[in-house]
């Protein structure tokens, strides 16, 4: 089939209760759009770079269609996005999905047996409950925003950014002390709970940022592991750390900002 594009940002920017066989593609330039659910799609690509595309309910995909966030930001709410089959979630350098189930399954199940985030993508946790950090997948950015305790699954990787946003707690829990691996980390009004896990941040330039909220170090150790000889700062912002270590190979010069204890 062919592509049918909407700009539409009305309630219903579809008519409700077809079968689109090809690619249907929402992307306004100006607001957010409201995506129809009452309706059988196979592909669906999403590209509105001025406002959230919103999930006004539970969706389903045709078997092997493609979800695609090429550009904005996707936000399901606690709607479950149904995989018929061998579906494909793709989101592209720049996009942002959300997460807002307390699983990332409970918005994209297992259906979507192709899970592509490309370098520069952001997967962002912002269910206001108690949300479980998916460790199957391999991020890029990783964030979480709006309120509630993000905990890991399991050991974790982001190889670009995790940020660390609005009143939630990104938890490497206590029974498990998971180890989390990140480019770099920017604490942003959140609350940061290491507990004793091992925080592994391979980045370049600011691999630690804090602007506000609370880091509890507990007994953790954060490595900042040096394999170029480019600068890199680490800018705790006057909070006390456990352990911080300094490894590698590297011969590039670090700079601890922030009067940190």
């Known amino acids: 089939g062919g592509t049918i594009r909407t700009q539409s940002t009305s309630a219903t920017p579809l008519t409700i209760g077809k079968t689109w066989a090809g690619t249907m593609t929402y ?3 100006t607001g957010g759009q409201t995506i129809v659910s009452a309706t059988s799609y196979n592909n669906l690509t999403f590209g509105n770079t001025s406002g959230i595309q919103t999930l006004g309910g539970a969706m389903a995909l045709s078997t092997s269609g493609t979800l ?18 061998s579906n494909t979630l793709s989101v592209a350098n720049g996009a942002t999905i959300r ?43 990783l964030a979480t925003s709006s309120s509630g305790t993000k905990n890991l699954g399991g050991i974790t990787t982001a190889t670009g950014t995790i940020t660390i946003g609005g009143t939630s707690t990104l938890d490497t ?24 896990s091992t925080i592994n941040l391979t980045g370049a330039g600011t691999v630690f940022s804090y602007t ?50």
């Open 99 to 141: 997460v807002g189930a307390s699983t990332f399954a409970g918005n994209y199940n297992s259906g979507f047996t192709t899970k592509t985030l490309t370098t520069g993508s952001t997967v962002e946790y912002s269910g206001s409950v108690t949300q479980t950090i998916d460790n199957a997948l391999t991020y890029s950015n």
């Open 68 to 85: 695609a966030v090429s550009a904005g930001t996707f936000d399901p709410l606690a709607y479950l996005v149904t995989g018929s089959g």
């Open 212 to 261: 506000s909220g609370t880091v509890t170090p507990g007994t953790s150790i954060i490595k900042l592991t040096d394999t170029s000889s480019g600068a890199k700062t680490f800018a705790g912002g006057g909070r006390t750390f456990n352990n911080l270590l300094i490894s590698g190979a590297g011969t590039g010069e670090y700079t601890i900002s922030g009067s940190n204890t």
């Open 27 to 29: 992307d306004a330039t």
């Open 173 to 196: 829990t206590s029974a498990n002390n998971y180890t989390l691996n990140a480019g770099s980390i920017t604490v942003s009004g959140g609350t940061f709970l290491p507990q004793a």
